[in-house]
């Protein structure tokens, strides 16, 4: 048999890691809906990053997306944790991240 003509699956779900520079994110669900909280900051201008980073509240209807969602941006977190100028503006934003964790428990 041959198999050439398999279709291939389109991904659930794509993002880069150019826009943002994820520092933390934190789920939680109240009547049937989830919320994935990330922290990021925002490009500035060209690939400055800006300098106070964001909130931002994603909600879904569905568990399985929202499970999609969260697993693609902590991945996301694991590949611009290996860059070396991230790994710094991380630590610099420690009190933000810290804080975004008490909110978001």
Same mark, same amino acid.
């Given at each position: ?22 520092? *933390?994110?934190?789920? &939680?669900?109240?009547? =049937? ?9 925002? &490009? *500035? ?18 568990? =399985? ?24 503006? =991380?630590?610099?934003? &420690? ?5 975004? &964790?008490? =909110?978001?428990?």
């Amino acid at each position: 048999m041959n198999n050439d003509n398999k279709q291939i699956s389109q991904p659930k779900l794509t993002l880069n890691d150019e826009d943002k520079l994820y520092l *933390a994110v934190a789920v &939680k669900s109240a009547n =049937k809906l989830t919320f994935i909280y990330t922290l990021a900051c925002l &490009k *500035a201008n060209g690939r400055q990053w800006n300098a106070i980073p964001t909130t931002e509240i994603s909600t879904f209807d569905n568990v =399985k997306d929202a499970d999609i969602y969260f697993k693609t941006v902590s991945e996301i977190m694991a590949y611009q944790d290996n860059q070396i100028g991230n790994k710094k503006i =991380k630590e610099y934003m &420690k009190e933000y991240i810290k804080t975004f &964790k008490k =909110k978001t428990r």
